[in-house]
């Protein structure tokens, strides 16, 4: 387990940018970024995908950020004191730091910006919190183990230990927001974001662009970039173009030209690959016939040759799944046991579950969020379960439209993705097949297994090592056997960057072109 994040950092350090060696930082310039699609929301208490949290890391700050080894570090916060227990979280906030409004931060604004994301998307990041969840189900006015000790200190106290605590701190949901602009602009902050981060909000043209500038205000001094403008263009192959012709600054490597432009005299200095704590899977909502019946789910799974989408559409860029964590996470185990190709035994398991042949069953609808690849991969399944009988009828859908569907349980066979919000199991499993996390909060599939459960609880609850990781991988186990999710591949980042773009750090938690990193030490050599 050890070996998995010491090779992630020695990647990450091979792949550190240029103000690492020693660089002055050129002040001036706009860094031209783009996404595949528009981000759902700017709001850091909403947000649940990359594409949102590439923009919302810029405009905001938390009180730690992760740095690039994936390391807990002072960001709002100077300092922090951790109890012998293990329970108490005693965070000294920086004096002077102001939102972009100019007034200035207090640790008020630490406790309202956590109670208020406690009751938004992603309510797990909060629920160590003494209280939390008495918070978030309406039995309590307020979060107990949030205290302000004074307008520079705040305090949290947990309900037991928990060893990546300190990664929860610097997670998105956890940004600080300004309770004035909050309650002025109601839905409107959304669109509309105010923080403390380098970039201040600019503009935002749906489906067109978003803009940020450079805040002179920020506590670590102006960032040298002046802006930054994130284009939404979906398709891969205009995205490539338009770096090409100049026109971008970073993009993604399209599906299938991942060898030839590695290849390539002209690209390949500007091409790298390495790899993410990120999982392309395939989830079903077990809640809802017909697969609510695991027999079909284990069907499905046994049909799927994930080898076509790797070898073939991804060359060989990303790394194929065994099961859900992927190998650069720490307590990631080459042990768990994938359901094999056999397509006789899904045609066998379809039959038990009273569909011989598929019939009976009729088509059924997967659904996937826009992107060339995404689209592909969604093409392949289709003719790979036709094999066995078994018809999709494939329904595309931008973002925001396929995470509400995915998220209020409409869609019955969706593919969804993750990216570690932070490097521990804990974050995709936990997450992911608790049963308290059922819906928005994580767990899609609207999986429920006491046993899974259980294992899922005492691992949380334990310090760092083989006995954690160990019930980590038996409810790892459990759920690829259940067929609650059926990985396909590990993700790595394959991006284009230009010469000139200098500092970029290459984080194991980023995705090209969604890089998740602080664009505050990006700078141009032009």
């Known amino acids: 387990?050890?070996?998995?994040?010491?090779?992630?950092?020695?990647?990450?350090?091979?792949?550190?940018?240029?103000?690492?060696?020693?660089?002055?930082?050129?002040?001036?310039?706009?860094?031209?970024?783009?996404?595949?699609?528009?981000?759902?929301?700017?709001?850091?208490?909403?947000?649940?995908?990359?594409?949102?949290?590439?923009?919302?890391?810029?405009?905001?700050?938390?009180?730690?950020?992760?740095?690039?080894?994936?390391?807990?570090?002072?960001?709002?916060?100077?300092s922090v004191r951790v109890s012998p227990d293990g329970r108490v979280y005693t965070f000294a906030l920086r004096p002077g730091v102001r939102f972009h409004n100019g007034r200035e931060l207090r640790a008020a604004d630490v406790k309202y910006s956590f109670e208020r994301a406690a009751k938004g998307k992603r309510p797990w990041v909060f629920e160590k919190i003494a209280g939390a969840r008495d918070f978030?189900?309406?039995?309590?006015?307020?979060?107990?183990?949030?205290?302000?000790?004074?307008?520079?200190?705040?305090?949290?106290?947990?309900?037991?230990?928990?060893?990546?605590?300190?990664?929860?701190?610097?997670y998105d949901a956890a940004a600080v927001v300004p309770r004035d602009e909050v309650e002025r602009r109601g839905p409107g902050f959304a669109s509309h974001p105010v923080g403390t981060g380098a970039f201040r909000f600019v503009s935002w043209r749906r489906d067109d662009?978003?803009?940020?500038?450079?805040?002179?205000?920020?506590?670590?001094?102006?960032?040298?970039?002046?802006?930054?403008?994130?284009?939404?263009?979906?398709?891969?192959?205009?995205?490539?173009?338009?770096?090409?012709?100049?026109?971008?600054?970073?993009?993604?490597?399209?599906?299938?030209?991942?060898?030839?432009?590695?290849?390539?005299?002209?690209?390949?200095?500007?091409?790298?690959?390495?790899p993410t704590l990120g999982t392309h899977g395939l989830r079903f909502n077990v809640e809802k016939p017909p697969f609510s019946d695991a027999r079909l789910r284990r069907a499905l799974a046994h049909a799927i040759d994930p080898t076509i989408?790797?070898?073939?559409?991804?060359?060989?860029?990303?790394?194929?799944?065994?099961?859900?964590?992927?190998?650069?996470?720490?307590?990631?185990?080459?042990?768990?046991?994938?359901?094999?190709?056999?397509?006789?035994?899904?045609?066998?398991?379809?039959?038990?579950?009273?569909?011989?042949?598929?019939?009976?069953?009729?088509?059924?609808?997967?659904?996937?969020?826009?992107?060339?690849?995404?689209?592909?991969?969604?093409?392949?399944?289709?003719?790979?379960?036709?094999?066995?009988?078994?018809?999709?009828?494939?329904?595309r859908l931008d973002w925001a439209a396929h995470i509400k569907v995915v998220d209020d349980g409409s869609a019955v066979f969706f593919r969804q993705g993750w990216i570690a919000d932070y490097p521990d199991p804990e974050n995709f499993l936990t997450v992911l097949f608790h049963s308290r996390n059922i819906g928005a909060a994580g767990n899609t599939s609207r999986y429920r297994n006491p046993a899974v459960d259980r294992l899922l609880d005492e691992a949380d609850a334990m310090t760092s090592g083989p006995a954690r990781f160990g019930r980590y991988h038996q409810a790892e186990q459990t759920i690829v056997d259940d067929a609650a999710w059926i990985s396909l591949y590990h993700y790595s980042s394959r991006a284009l960057v230009k010469r000139h773009v200098k500092g970029l750090e290459r984080s194991a938690l980023s995705s090209a072109p969604e890089f998740l990193v602080p664009l505050r030490k990006v700078w141009l050599d032009r």
């Open 1 to 78: 387990m050890r070996k998995a994040a010491v090779l992630t950092v020695v990647v990450l350090a091979a792949l550190a940018g240029a103000a690492a060696r020693g660089e002055a930082p050129r002040p001036g310039g706009t860094l031209r970024a783009v996404f595949s699609a528009d981000p759902p929301t700017l709001d850091p208490a909403q947000a649940t995908d990359t594409t949102s949290s590439a923009v919302i890391r810029q405009v905001f700050d938390g009180l730690l950020e992760l740095d690039e080894t994936l390391t807990p570090v002072p960001a709002l916060a100077r």
């Open 309 to 395: 989408v790797v070898e073939r559409l991804l060359e060989g860029c990303v790394h194929p799944a065994r099961g859900i964590l992927p190998p650069a996470l720490p307590g990631y185990s080459p042990a768990i046991r994938r359901p094999p190709l056999d397509r006789e035994r899904a045609k066998r398991l379809l039959a038990e579950a009273g569909y011989p042949g598929g019939r009976g069953l009729g088509p059924i609808a997967f659904n996937f969020n826009t992107g060339d690849l995404n689209q592909r991969i969604a093409e392949v399944l289709q003719a790979q379960l036709r094999e066995i009988g078994v018809a999709l009828e494939l329904r």
């Open 209 to 274: 662009q978003v803009v940020l500038e450079r805040f002179p205000g920020h506590f670590r001094g102006p960032a040298p970039l002046e802006r930054v403008v994130f284009r939404i263009i979906p398709a891969e192959i205009t995205r490539f173009n338009e770096y090409r012709a100049g026109q971008l600054d970073l993009t993604d490597i399209p599906t299938g030209q991942c060898r030839s432009v590695q290849a390539d005299p002209q690209l390949r200095g500007e091409a790298a690959v390495w």
């Open 136 to 170: 978030t189900k309406g039995a309590a006015g307020a979060i107990a183990g949030v205290r302000v000790v004074d307008d520079l200190t705040v305090e949290l106290r947990l309900d037991r230990p928990f060893a990546p605590f300190l990664h929860l701190m610097a």
